[in-house]
């Protein structure tokens, strides 16, 4: 009932919008201007490559992908000057999308140079590998400045589909099929649940733009629907973010998935459903939000670091570490909203850099057909390979949250933010928990510079790509945790634009309503 | 050059000299010998450096001397402030004195990853001075956690026998108990806008924190968790003897001399300083935990059949005197229990060289192994007799000072107390004379301890400093006390004077 006269009550005004086809004005390109020079490359890619002999076309194919990226991080700061929505109110260009697709593409060239050497030891094909990666992260960027339901939707889907297929390629082991036919099962599922979600939102505000749902929402009087709606898109995107209990395919998804493209995974996606999370529950102002993720990040983290303590595969233990960060990082979704907001963009950047990091090391380390993935494995990596171990150990202690690292900043901020918005509770289930992850992290550690080397464990030379992407990874968790006041103004600056605007109750979407 | 002009830069100066040169050691080439001098002309530097602080300290109305207070990030507030006064001013001072005597000491003993050992001792030198000298809630948490990885990695990679069990338990233990300090850090922080010292300070004390009357138990507990691990309290104290037994002897000697000493220094700085009410409410059965392990810890160092465990457990003891004189809250208990602080350092650090020194030899600690030791090695049977009776609090030497001034606190604030922590002096005599006796009385019962070669040159050097402070801090103790008491009198025991007049005046 409440649907068909939701539906009926806009329809006035969906009609009143109807205005004959006017080509988009030249800024509204410039809003999506990353997305659409990654697109350019990543097709680009697709036609080069058949062109190229397939043995060699590896470092072509990366260097040209990983062009891609530097011009879309390029074009990044271009989109940044025009600030504003474009084609119709469905994207908006604002601090906080411009950070996300600064930290989603930077994500995505730091995959693409740990991949080099990879795709080449595998015989990956490097076309299709290259062209999905830009591809998904073109979702991933649109993801982060979609300010309307089905938009978002569609760009969930295509970084969804895009990682899907990255998860299945290492092609001759059974494993990475399981990994990606279990994603993709598990995955459709779960954006369905969203879909759905946004169906009811749909019927309970009228509509599916962020701010007029935002508006219906605020003006009091909220349908159950709109909680019914709320908790469905938690399902999809708790499922993305990989939250509990919507996390139980994290680890063997990331177990068979080749170690960059889990690299990867483990942080682009993520990132951008955190975004859309941001914008959904934050932006929009989705009723009954609290105890939904008061729980789900209580679990979460609980959940995540339990597992892990009991890993001996280093890929899985990092995968429940990375459930178990999504719990922490949920934690600011409880706190008040604008400091939330600030808190989870810089763990997001904290956590991106990190875990890319140690993702790049280990697919160093594993090498040779993912052989050396075991926690024995690395039993004297310190000795042998100095340069290494002391790069994974500063990502570690980062994951651990030890000062001078972004982890611990991140951390830190979560939690003053969960403290100044009287989270007691849930700040000493983060406080427990970050406790137990110091051990499993530390066994790590322990097994590289306290044990004996145990069996032939070959260390090759770090190539240039792959070196590069490490050191990346390095300076910018360093960066962030040594002097994090620029990231974190900016991260505060972007949080007041997006919440405070919305929350002073009369200030209405510019197309929909006349200004009162 | 005036030497007064440094003052506002000698603090980052002093703390950061070793880090400086653990980063260049990077660059060095592994050449074990340069790498060794390198290391101890660094740690000569930043001793050198040090002796700037208590030289140029004026008597003036500032709590903190040599203040530097600059913003490091604006949002949230957290300044790069630092400051000493006559508490941490000899704790600091303590650490650059033991470091380059730990460098001495692992010349030949560490031969493996020698580049890596000396970075990561540098780099703990930096932690634990900073640790001393951060007025910024932010900063000193941060100095703190960063003790941890390069400790736990000396354990680990350079200590013996069980040394990864070890490594984790301490690393586990500190980490846990200082989680709950950041979370009381934090909430502080919520409440006040503010991480400086001095300002969250004076905002407890007027009153004006928003609903600190019902959280001042649970913050005066996080941070007091994270402290007592640290000390080791009793009956969080099982990861100390552990850590110690399998540490290489340099770090033992700063996880003895330096680490134990945070716990304590926190205890005094930030749970007596911040929370003075419930330091004062609480202090019965905290002296209760005190006194338990001053006696515990002795017993148990009686019957330890190993050298370095017996040491060990004498930690426990000697810092329940320290914790018993601050919750004392009497103007001996307090000097005492800083005096102690110091004189703990130096005695027990030079008990881990000498254990250290006989383990290179004879690469056991067992005391049954030796006998009659005075024989064949009697320059280090000397060494080791002074730094016993410093230990033993010998008068004239400077455990006495130490643990008298405790003492008589304690009997000012409950004579059970003092009668039972005086047996505690009695207790370790026993113990570490009755080692003594073992293993360099009698006859050589082992033949191969006649081969021993005595002390070199080198290990003369490192020893003789500890000599020479164990026997001027003992007689000359006011050159030290001088600086410690305007500083516990105003610090712990002013807010006492303030409180009552508040509550009179009501």
Same mark, same amino acid.
């Given at each position: ?164 297929? &990255? ?103 993520? !990132? ?15 009723? #009954?939000?609290?105890? /939904? ?86 039993? #004297? &990596?310190?000795?042998?390979? =100095? ?11 980062? /994951? ?79 960066? &962030? ?16 634009? /997006?919440?405070? !605007? ?7 979407? !510019?197309?929909?309503?006349?200004? =009162? | ?21 653990? %980063? ?32 140029? @300290? ?30 941490? @001013?000899? +704790? ?28 990561? +001792? ?122 110690? *037994? ?13 680490? %134990? ?40 160092? +009686? ?20 914790? @018993? ?59 080791? %007799? *002074? ?69 070199? +040159? ?12 164990? @026997? ?35």
């Amino acid at each position: 009932m409440t649907i068909v006269a939701a539906f009926a009550h806009s329809l006035p005004a969906l009609l009143a919008q109807a205005q004959p086809f006017q080509a988009p004005p030249l800024a509204d390109y410039m809003r999506i201007l990353p997305e659409l020079v990654l697109s350019l490359f990543g097709m680009l890619i697709m036609i080069v490559d058949p062109l190229l002999d397939q043995e060699n076309s590896h470092q072509s194919l990366g260097t040209l992908a990983f062009i891609g990226t530097l011009a879309a991080l390029a074009s990044t700061f271009w989109m940044a000057q025009y600030p504003g929505t474009a084609f119709s109110n469905m994207v908006r260009v604002e601090g906080f999308s411009v950070f996300f697709h600064f930290l989603v593409i930077a994500i995505a060239a730091v995959a693409i140079l740990s991949s080099f050497e990879y795709l080449k030891v595998q015989r990956i094909r490097a076309g299709e590998y290259y062209g999905l990666i830009l591809l998904g992260t073109v979702g991933m960027c649109l993801m982060s400045s979609a300010i309307e339901l089905v938009l978002i939707f569609i760009a969930l889907e295509i970084s969804s589909i895009s990682t899907y297929v &990255l998860a299945g390629f290492r092609r001759r082991d059974g494993a990475s099929s399981e990994s990606s036919l279990k994603y993709f099962l598990l995955g459709s599922f779960a954006t369905a649940f969203f879909l759905y979600g946004v169906a009811l939102m749909f019927g309970a505000t009228g509509s599916t733009s962020i701010d007029t749902i935002s508006q219906v929402l605020r003006s009091g009087n909220v349908p159950v629907l709109a909680y019914v709606a709320t908790a469905l898109m938690f399902v999809g995107l708790g499922f993305k973010v990989a939250s509990a209990p919507f996390h139980v395919w994290t680890p063997d998804v990331y177990e068979g998935a080749p170690a960059p493209v889990v690299g990867l995974m483990s942080t682009g996606p993520k !990132a951008a459903a955190f975004a859309v999370l941001l914008r959904v529950m934050f932006e929009a102002n989705a009723p #009954g939000r609290f105890w /939904l993720i008061w729980v789900s990040a209580a679990l979460t983290m609980t959940l995540g670091n339990v597992g892990a303590l009991v890993q001996s595969n280093v890929k899985r233990l990092l995968a429940y570490s990375s459930i178990a960060h999504a719990g922490y990082l949920l934690t600011a979704f409880a706190a008040q909203p604008e400091l939330g907001t600030s808190a989870a963009m810089f763990y997001t950047a904290a956590y991106a850099a990190m875990n890319v990091g140690a993702f790049a090391v280990i697919s160093h380390f594993a090498n040779a057909g993912e052989k050396y993935v075991a926690l024995e494995d690395y039993a #004297g &990596l310190g000795r042998r390979s =100095p340069v290494l171990a002391a790069t994974l150990t500063f990502f570690l202690m980062s /994951l651990i949250g030890i000062p001078i690292t972004g982890g611990f900043f991140a951390k830190f901020y979560v939690l003053s933010a969960a403290l100044k918005s009287n989270l007691v509770g849930l700040t000493l289930i983060l406080v427990l928990n970050s406790a137990v992850a110091a051990y499993y992290y530390l066994r790590i550690i322990v097994m590289m510079y306290m044990r004996e080397p145990r069996g032939v464990v070959p260390v090759t030379r770090i190539p240039a790509a792959a070196g590069l992407a490490i050191a990346v990874c390095v300076l910018a968790t360093l960066y &962030l945790g040594v002097v994090p006041g620029r990231v974190l103004d900016y991260a505060a600056q972007s949080a007041r634009d /997006l919440i405070s !605007a919305r929350t002073v109750p009369a200030v209405s979407s !510019a197309s929909l309503a006349p200004k =009162p | 050059m005036n030497m007064d002009s440094l003052s506002p830069i000698i603090l980052s100066l002093v703390t950061f000299i070793p880090a400086a040169g653990g %980063l260049l050691i990077l660059l060095i080439p592994r050449r074990d010998r340069d790498i060794k001098l390198f290391a101890l002309v660094i740690s000569i530097l930043a001793f050198v450096a040090s002796l700037h602080l208590p030289v140029h @300290l004026h008597r003036d109305h500032n709590l903190f001397k040599f203040e530097i207070d600059k913003i490091w990030i604006a949002s949230p507030n957290i300044h790069y402030h630092m400051g000493i006064d006559g508490i941490s @001013l000899w +704790l600091v001072v303590l650490t650059t004195f033991l470091t380059p005597l730990c460098v001495l000491i692992s010349w030949t003993s560490v031969h493996e990853r020698v580049k890596e050992f000396f970075i990561l +001792l540098l780099i703990l030198e930096t932690a634990l001075i900073g640790v001393f000298t951060s007025l910024d809630l932010f900063l000193f948490y941060f100095f703190w956690e960063a003790t941890l990885i390069p400790m736990a990695l000396l354990i680990g990679m350079y200590g013996h026998g069980r040394k990864v069990y070890a490594a984790v338990k301490y690393f586990l233990f500190t980490m846990i108990g200082s989680m709950f300090m950041l979370a009381a850090i934090l909430w502080l922080y919520a409440k006040t806008g503010s991480f400086d010292f001095a300002v969250i300070q004076s905002a407890i004390r007027s009153g004006t924190v928003p609903g600190f009357e019902h959280a001042s138990l649970w913050l005066f507990l996080g941070f007091f968790i994270a402290f007592a691990v640290k000390v080791p309290l009793f009956p969080l104290h099982t990861w100390l003897p552990d850590a110690h *037994v399998e540490a290489p002897t340099a770090g033992s000697v700063l996880l003895a001399g330096v680490l %134990l000493k945070m716990g304590t220094y926190g205890l005094l700085r930030f749970d007596v300083g911040l929370f003075p009410e419930q330091a004062r409410r609480n202090a019965p059965w905290i002296m209760v935990l005190a006194l338990i392990g001053i006696i515990y810890g002795a017993l148990v160092s +009686l019957v330890q059949p190993n050298m370095k465990k017996l040491i060990a457990y004498s930690s426990v003891s000697h810092l329940g005197f320290v914790v @018993l004189g601050i919750f004392s809250f009497t103007t001996a208990g307090l000097n005492g229990a800083v005096f102690v602080m110091l004189s703990h350092g130096v005695a027990t650090g030079g008990l881990f060289m000498l254990a250290g020194l006989i383990y290179e030899r004879r690469h056991t600690y067992e005391i049954a192994e030796f006998g009659g030791l005075a024989t064949p090695m009697p320059k280090y049977a000397t060494f080791f %007799l *002074v730094t016993v009776l410093a230990s033993v609090g010998l008068p004239l030497m400077n455990g006495f000072i130490g643990e008298f001034l405790v003492l008589s606190g304690a009997f000012q604030a409950r004579p059970i107390y003092g009668i039972l922590a005086a047996t505690g002096v009695i207790w370790s005599s026993c113990y570490l004379l009755w080692m003594y006796q073992r293993v360099f009385y009698g006859k050589v019962t082992h033949e191969i301890n006649n081969t021993l070669p005595d002390l070199n +040159l080198r290990e003369k050097t490192a020893l003789s400093p500890i000599a020479i402070a164990a @026997l001027v801090m003992g007689v000359a103790p006011l050159v030290w006390l001088s600086a410690i008491d305007p500083a516990v009198q105003r610090y712990a025991l002013a807010p006492v004077t303030q409180l009552a007049s508040r509550m009179v005046g009501r």
